[in-house]
């Protein structure tokens, strides 16, 4: 009995420890100066609308780093799966003086025929598309400006056949595996033999170029040196490109080789080409997020990139209590456990694929916001947002998310256009929701 009481006793100090240390943990909410500035600013021009917004000084900035760490020695392709508007494409088109894009699908293909000028436009597909959609899109004056990604003999046969069909020459580039595994031409047999069904059928396919993505590379498993081991993965998949290419030149002359467009790279390995450009077949870079640097990028920020991207949401209602239904009687309990959750804000918009990234100190509430998915919400029209009762923050300030990729951006209608002296315009979305 006594040993009962002791064990009792020392539970319940450990208990009032953790508490009082937790009321010790008390985290201050409070923007930092960027984000401050900018809430200040979106009250003046979008007060009680969501938002997302592009800063143009830090993508101007990104461009320029960009366009530092590769040179001239590579021409500089924009993914447009990451970058999903079409101002924003003109835009980067002309600060980074390329024609290049990277296009994944069928809409955003479409789009871009229907409102660019196709004509002065180098396309290459990011992934293969069937030969329906190929089909559809060939309606579009100038789909002959758009590389066509082949990735298996059969996807080969299927595209010549339709091209006998209806007359037509089509560009054709292949791709390769050059170690992510996730499709392409793996042996240099399979490759080969591709190859000649292309030269044997050149009244209708037109071989120019490959694509091979090291996606892998910056994932390699962990070393005691992983930088050394990324190294090596890199250089491994450049070999391996350079394998293909070489088997090209038995194929090709010279000049139809210079011609060619050899495709790599992506916002996690670009920077890795600026110490291989004499060594390298590789001459075409494409690169999407390091434009905006989303949260999923931060190794870019570690590099040197600036985020420019952020979705933000105003406050709708702000109460001083942090209550659960069903379970009122413990939030004074719940309040102790966690003083950074005594204070709820419910804001106009949220759940979007992102990061909470200021105020500072405000965190999502879990025992509101999550399911067994682990992102949805209770209530999907007004999210949830909590601190301590240490804050500033008032109802129409807005709450900031850094979006976890470049196309976070499509949660939106449009974009909002930020200098340091204020908003200075609007852009389109491929397409929206908010």
Request: charged residues 20%; hydrophobic residues 40%.
């Amino acid at each position: 009995m006594v040993r009962s009481k002791h064990f009792i006793y020392a539970a319940l100090g450990t208990l009032g420890i953790y508490l009082f240390s937790a009321k010790l943990r008390r985290v201050k909410t409070e923007y930092q100066s960027y984000f401050s500035q900018l809430n200040l600013k979106l009250k003046e021009r979008y007060s009680g609308a969501s938002a997302a917004i592009v800063d143009l000084d830090r993508l101007d900035a990104n461009v320029r780093f960009i366009r530092n760490k590769l040179g001239n020695e590579y021409k500089l392709r924009l993914v447009t799966k990451s970058l999903p508007s079409l101002d924003l494409l003109k835009y980067l088109l002309e600060t980074t003086q390329t024609n290049r894009l990277m296009v994944f699908s069928e809409p955003f293909i479409v789009e871009i025929l229907t409102n660019m000028e196709f004509a002065s436009l180098d396309i290459l597909l990011g992934k293969p598309l069937s030969v329906d959609a190929f089909s559809r899109l060939t309606t579009y004056r100038g789909w002959t400006s758009i590389h066509w990604l082949i990735d298996t003999k059969d996807r080969l046969n299927q595209y010549l056949f339709y091209a006998q069909r209806e007359n037509l020459r089509i560009k054709i580039s292949l791709e390769i595996d050059i170690g992510l595994h996730r499709g392409g031409f793996e042996t240099i047999e399979d490759f080969t033999e591709v190859v000649k069904i292309i030269q044997q059928n050149s009244r209708y396919l037109e071989l120019t170029g490959l694509m091979g993505y090291d996606g892998h590379v910056p994932y390699v498993p962990f070393y005691i040196n992983k930088q050394k081991a990324i190294q090596k993965a890199f250089i491994k998949t450049l070999n391996r490109y350079r394998r293909f290419v070489d088997e090209l030149k038995k194929h090709y002359g010279a000049e139809a080789i210079r011609n060619m467009t050899f495709n790599s790279g992506g916002s996690h390995t670009y920077f890795n080409y600026s110490d291989v450009k004499s060594s390298t077949a590789i001459n075409d870079i494409a690169i999407g997020s390091g434009f905006v640097t989303p949260q999923q990028f931060s190794n870019l920020i570690k590099l040197g990139h600036q985020p420019s991207l952020f979705l933000s949401s105003p406050v709708l209602k702000k109460l001083e209590s942090s209550k659960l239904p069903h379970a009122e009687k413990f939030a004074t309990l719940l309040n102790l456990w966690n003083p950074n959750l005594s204070v709820s804000y419910f804001t106009l918009g949220g759940g979007w694929p992102g990061e909470l990234i200021s105020p500072v100190g405000m965190r999502r509430n879990h025992w509101w916001d999550e399911n067994d998915l682990g992102y949805s919400n209770l209530l999907p029209n007004q999210s949830i947002v909590s601190s301590s009762d240490k804050n500033n923050i008032r109802v129409d300030d807005f709450v900031f998310y850094h979006p976890w990729q470049g196309d976070g951006m499509l949660c939106f209608r449009k974009l909002v256009l930020y200098r340091q002296a204020g908003f200075v315009g609007e852009w389109s979305t491929f397409n929206g929701g908010n």
